[in-house]
């Protein structure tokens, strides 16, 4: 992509294991969709590490002061996973898979593996912990030619769901069901010079783990990190991107993001001002909205609230500079203030008077501030003690302005944009796992390991085209999507022609996205529900779009349904020339002015009728053969 900085990436990939229990207990890997059989409360605190540190994305979490609501099933889950009982033995099978990746990427496997405690206290592991294991090091994958060094393969155990946040009790509700099952996390080195490469990097790993058979698959299941700098800039690490294609565009708003951070560090030094002038002294301008028409103004005044201002020294302009698309400077200092005091409603100078605040109380709030040509505010409404809080969060944040690029976790957008997450985890956050015995592996297991891996999948895609005689592009479209091992097991399910499926996998899907049709919540049963009603003759090939369309606006329709709904009935041969011959008689005139050149206009005329019933192929061929009767006929000359 033309126009970005010099780009360093690397990628963190986390794969789902579809192992028959979690990694440390024997719970099923199942996630559940019904509602749960029980809840429980907790709270999570920080401790020191083993050299007496406290880890910083910890500390910051416990100061949001949360409380976290946990939901459980009986069936796949248990006192491990609620922190009232040790965790088990680590998972053989879960293990297993873990090394066979290593084996095929030559990465060093670790003799003796020992299990790590990573603290996490954001809620999502009851014990204020993620357990984690270095497998393996030093690895290499080539794509297109150039060597990608994976620089560790881990085997940890995924987290709780975030199900729902009540910002007014400042409680968050995890599902229980995921937290447990296996994850390979793959991490590769920062050798990764443009968005499109990290993409096929991204892509080509996922294959390699998709070929171990034992994944899970569908959204959720595997999960991108990316770690991004650019020349000047800094390490920045954004969590939770889940879509290949948004990889690209994830990385090009972050380096055009760390770019315009770095403009802004010049032009403050360009005007003169220092992070010393710039003061964090807070004034309380309530009385200034007594008579608001901002309706936020008016709601936080009248449960108690306060208006709180701080006046930012030669900052005017600088607010309102756009850094990703339609984020602003402004943004990043509203997303600091809300997450570290839960507080919404923060406003600066640059985008004021709006939200119903008047010119006259912006004029107002200036001339209180004692805000001079060049300077900027920010404004804040809420209870008192987090105000102030969320004004300590914008005015570390301001300062950090000075340096150019904060190092810090962000969170992917769905748009492709990031937002502030938390601060980097220092080298205080991992500590050894005490309840769990370390794992020697032998000779012996890495040989047997050796004779069950899979096919690679450059192999897999050359013998799929041989086998279900696909063309080189369909098999290429095929090989860059997701489904390059899915197509197989579906074809084998439903007896559906394998050119039928390949498109349905590749075109169709791409462009019921591009459409806005939002195909995610559709599960793999799904399409194998839609392709064998093609290959049972219950709908024709035509009605593929319509149907997979229908389904994702109604996922817990049955195939069966939908088709009823859409009228799909498959038509008959009968049914079809009936149709034909109506509209052949209905437009006796345009064959008589066109012959056989009428074939066009009444081919769309018949399939506006029948697409999606029939076979288009079929109605071609009786359309042709219903048009040549009438012309030899001579009767439309009559008409």
């Not at 020191?48 to 939901?71: H, N, Q, T, V």
């Not at 959720?220 to 800094?234: F, K, V, W």
């Not at 080298?427 to 047997?448: F, G, H």
Request: with cysteine; hydrophobic share 40%.
């Amino acid at each position: 992509m033309s126009g970005l900085p010099n780009i360093r990436c690397g990628l963190e990939i986390h794969q789902m294991l579809d192992t028959r229990s979690k990694l440390f207990c024997a719970c099923p890997t199942q996630i559940r969709k019904d509602s749960p059989d029980y809840k429980f409360i907790r709270r999570l605190r920080p401790a020191r590490s083993e050299i007496g540190e406290i880890d910083p994305a910890a500390l910051f979490e416990f100061e949001k002061g949360l409380r976290f609501i946990y939901e459980g099933y009986n069936e796949n889950v248990c006192l491990v996973e609620m922190d009232e009982e040790p965790p088990h033995d680590t998972n053989r099978e879960a293990l297993e898979l873990a090394l066979m990746f290593a084996l095929m990427v030559n990465a060093h496997i670790i003799d003796e593996i020992h299990v790590m405690r990573k603290i996490v206290i954001d809620g999502s592991d009851t014990t204020g912990f993620q357990r984690t294991m270095l497998v393996a090091l030093k690895g290499t994958i080539k794509v297109n030619g150039k060597d990608i060094p994976i620089e560790s393969i881990c085997l940890e155990e995924d987290a709780a769901r975030k199900m729902d946040e009540n910002k007014s009790e400042r409680t968050v509700t995890y599902r229980l069901d995921r937290l447990g099952i296996p994850l390979i996390e793959v991490s590769t080195g920062p050798v990764i010079n443009s968005p499109e490469e990290a993409r096929e990097v991204a892509h080509y790993i996922g294959l390699l783990l998709r070929s171990l058979g034992k994944v899970k698959r569908g959204l959720g299941t595997i999960r991108q990190d990316l770690n991004i700098s650019i020349e000047g800039g800094a390490r920045v690490e954004i969590k939770g991107v889940q879509y290949l294609d948004l990889i690209p565009v994830v990385i090009e708003n972050e380096a055009k993001r760390q770019l315009k951070l770095l403009e802004i560090r010049k032009e403050l030094l360009g005007r003169g001002i220092s992070k010393e002038e710039i003061k964090f002294e807070p004034v309380d301008v309530s009385q200034i909205f007594k008579e608001t028409k901002s309706k936020i103004a008016k709601k936080a005044l009248e449960e108690g609230g306060v208006a709180l201002a701080l006046r930012l020294k030669g900052f005017k302009g600088i607010l309102g500079t756009e850094i990703q698309p339609g984020r602003r400077f402004g943004t990043e200092l509203a997303d600091r203030a809300r997450y570290w005091s839960q507080i919404g409603g923060l406003f600066h100078s640059d985008e004021l008077p709006a939200y119903g605040i008047s010119k006259e109380e912006v004029n107002m709030l200036a001339e209180s501030l004692g805000v001079e040509k060049g300077d900027a505010f920010v404004l804040v409404f809420g209870d008192r003690e987090r105000a102030v809080k969320a004004l300590e969060a914008v005015y570390k944040r301001v300062l950090e302005a000075f340096e150019g690029v904060p190092e810090e976790t962000r969170a992917a957008n769905p748009d492709g944009t990031t937002r502030f997450m938390r601060p980097m985890p220092g080298k205080a956050r991992m500590y050894p796992e005490t309840d769990i015995r370390p794992i020697r592996i032998t000779t012996q297991l890495i040989e047997s390991l050796k004779r069950k891996l899979p096919e690679p999948p450059e192999r897999t895609l050359e013998r799929l085209k041989r086998e279900y005689s696909l063309s080189d592009t369909l098999a290429g479209q095929l090989f860059s999507s997701e489904y390059l091992f899915f197509f197989e097991e579906v074809v084998r399910a439903t007896g559906v022609q394998p050119i039928i499926a390949a498109t349905l996998l590749t075109n169709t899907l791409k462009s019921l996205r591009r459409d806005g049709v939002n195909i995610d919540v559709l599960e793999e049963t799904h399409i194998k529900d839609v392709l064998r009603a093609v290959a049972e003759g219950k709908i024709a090939k035509e009605a593929i779009p319509d149907v997979i369309k229908a389904l994702a606006e109604n996922p817990e329709s049955n195939i069966d349904q939908v088709i009823e709904k859409l009228a799909l009935g498959k038509l008959t041969v009968q049914d079809l020339e009936k149709i034909v011959d109506e509209i052949i008689h209905e437009k006796k005139q345009l064959i008589a002015e066109k012959g056989e050149k009428a074939f066009g206009p009444i081919m769309g005329l018949v399939m506006e009728r029948v697409r999606g019933r029939i076979d288009g192929k079929i109605v071609s061929e009786v359309v042709q053969r219903k048009l040549r009767e009438v012309i030899s006929s001579g009767l439309p000359s009559s008409a």
